[in-house]
Nanobody, 116 residues
Framework: QVQLAESGGGLVQAGGSLRLSCAAS????????MGWYRQAPGKQRELVAALSTGASANYGDSVKGRFTISRDNAKNTVYLQMNSLKPEDTAVYYCHALDNYFSNTWGQGTQVTVSS
């Protein structure tokens, strides 16, 4: 069973940056896609960014131009670089992986808090 280990969350002031990391317990090539979702209190979980094998990145509308998703195949790790952070970016961020058998795996979540 694959495991996803997230790191990099924390508290940052508005306008600042953070980088989240998600390390998978097996090769990223075993996944159809990997990415990040977030969930704020009282809101539904939403897509932040995702990378699909052989396709370009897909971003949620609210983060386009500010966040960048990338992948290090050698380290089996996906990153989310978050710039120009806003208080409305405050949420728990979850790493997600969809394997080649369409099975979903979620990380434990990492808190990102942006102060105004």
């Amino acid at each position: 069973q694959v495991q996803l280990a997230e790191s990099g969350g924390g508290l940052v002031q508005a306008g600042g940056s953070l980088r989240l990391s998600c390390a998978a317990s097996r090769s990223v090539f075993s996944f159809k896609s990997m990415g990040w979702y977030r969930q704020a209190p009282g809101k539904q979980r939403e897509l932040v960014a995702a990378l699909s094998t052989g396709a370009s990145a897909n971003y949620g509308d609210s983060v386009k131009g500010r966040f960048t998703i990338s992948r290090d195949n050698a380290k089996n790790t996906v990153y989310l670089q978050m710039n120009s952070l806003k208080p409305e970016d405050t949420a728990v961020y979850y790493c997600h992986a969809l394997d080649n058998y369409f099975s979903n795996t979620w990380g434990q979540g990492t808190q990102v808090t942006v102060s105004s």
